[in-house]
């Protein structure tokens, strides 16, 4: 895009190249120059803004995974219980179906 405005400036340049140096033209180059910054500003801020999106989508891929890791731990240890009350003297249905907080009052 700096590109484009610097081409469609250079011919006006080298055709007139002393009415641009002129003192009246000096605020038309300082113009010029503010909308280069407020280009470069423009540009920062996105930046700015895509990376931020990429650490949020990075955090969100942590912290799914962490959720995965987590459930195949609860699910391991779900069936670790479930061969333990069997092991107990209770039926598969009855230790599939086990309140774990009745269990662990002793009210089970």
Same mark, same amino acid.
């Given at each position: 895009m700096v590109g484009a405005l610097t081409?469609?400036?250079?011919? =006006?340049?080298r055709?007139?190249?002393a009415a641009w140096?002129?003192?009246?033209?000096?605020?038309? @180059? /300082?113009?010029l120059g503010l909308g280069l910054d407020r280009q470069a500003g423009v540009l920062r801020a996105l930046q700015?803004? =895509?990376?931020?999106i990429h650490r949020g989508f990075c955090e969100y891929q942590s912290a799914?995974?962490? @959720? /995965?890791q987590l459930a195949v731990d609860v699910g391991e240890l779900s069936g670790q219980l479930t061969?333990?009350?069997?092991?107990?003297?209770?039926?598969?249905?009855?230790a599939r179906t086990a309140n774990v907080d009745?269990?662990?009052?002793?009210?089970?």
């Open positions: 081409r469609r400036v250079r011919p =006006h340049l055709r007139n190249r140096q002129e003192p009246g033209r000096r605020a038309g @180059r /300082r113009a700015e803004i =895509h990376w931020a799914s995974e962490e @959720r /995965r061969e333990a009350l069997c092991a107990a003297g209770w039926s598969a249905d009855q009745e269990l662990a009052a002793g009210i089970g």
